[in-house]
């Protein structure tokens, strides 16, 4: 039986997940999921300046440890927050007409790092049409990976910490399976808010990300 056309091209079982092919491909089916995806928002060399500014500051806080999540956030420069923030508006137009929703970036950006057994359970990010205090109804979560999930060592790179999208087909009760995007420096991935997603542990090295929400402003 010939698989639908949106299935054609995803890696056979067995594949190289890191491949540029592979990697092409989970993309590809994300996006005719509804995923918002833009490659290299961060070139390879503004990706090892944020790297290095979270790695050169205190944690700012102890990490963040339960049964559903452990990772540390950092502080950065208000220099780099504004830079961040004047970079995600320039894509804000694009979100709006694929969410098809006012959206605006009001909460903080967080930067954040899962280091070896770091992880973040299946979870939402918000209950639809459900306002945040003092930020309004969150609707899309975006995320810009800062390195890359890869079977190599080193700075940049880390192995596991794939995140992991559920709910992707409409009309089921029950998704039993999710479909992983495996981090890739320099990344943007944006989805809405009610979907059930995870981190998978991170094996080795430090999984670089930082996490924001675009939500609408409450009348």
Known sequence: MTPPDRWKGVPRQGADPYSKASREASQA????????LIPNFFSSTECVALRREMGAVEKNHPPTKSLYHNAWHHSVSAQTNA???????EIVPRMRRHFAAELELLEPPAFCTYGSGGFLSVHKDAIEGVECPGFGIRTAACIIYLSTESTEAGEGFHQGGSLVLYDL????EEQLYGLALPAQAGLLVSF????NHEVRPVAAGVRYSIMSFLSVRKA
């Open 29 to 36: 089916v994300l996006k005719k999921l509804g995923i918002f």
């Open 83 to 89: 830079s961040l923030r004047g970079k995600v508006n």
């Open 192 to 195: 809405r808010c009610g979907l």
């Open 169 to 172: 087909v409409p009309g089921r």
